[in-house]
């Protein structure tokens, strides 16, 4: 894997396992990658983490807000160039008329 692989925010994504059967997620579904955190492995030890991507489901090729689901980015896998500009151009579209909002995140500030 190169560097142009890794998966990273704003990504639209192609779930690449079954281990999300059971949240009614399946290999194939498209997914839209909003933000990426590391996490810790367990509570005996904080400081040894893994990545984690928070996602949602994009449906009929529109972004699924309500519902947000944390996933191993080796569960994923990124769509075409084309796919990613043809489904970033209707995620635009979709929220052209919505208010910015401030997230804070940890040390950072997302307009």
């Known amino acids: 894997m190169s560097m142009k692989d890794l998966i990273r925010p704003m990504d639209f994504c192609e779930i690449v396992t079954d281990k999300f059967v059971d949240q009614g997620v399946k290999r194939g579904h498209l997914v839209f990658v909003a933000s ?6 367990s509570e005996e030890d904080p400081y040894t983490q893994r990545v984690k991507a928070f996602v949602h489901l994009v449906v009929d090729d529109h972004v699924i807000i309500p519902d947000i689901y944390a996933m191993d980015p080796t ?3 990124r769509v075409s160039p084309v796919k990613q500009r043809n489904l970033s151009n209707i995620l635009k579209q979709d929220f052209a008329n919505e208010e910015p909002i401030n997230v804070v995140n940890d040390n950072a500030t997302i307009n």
Not at 36 to 41: D, M, T, V
């Open 75 to 77: 569960s994923l896998a």
């Open 36 to 41: 990426l955190k590391a996490l810790p492995i």
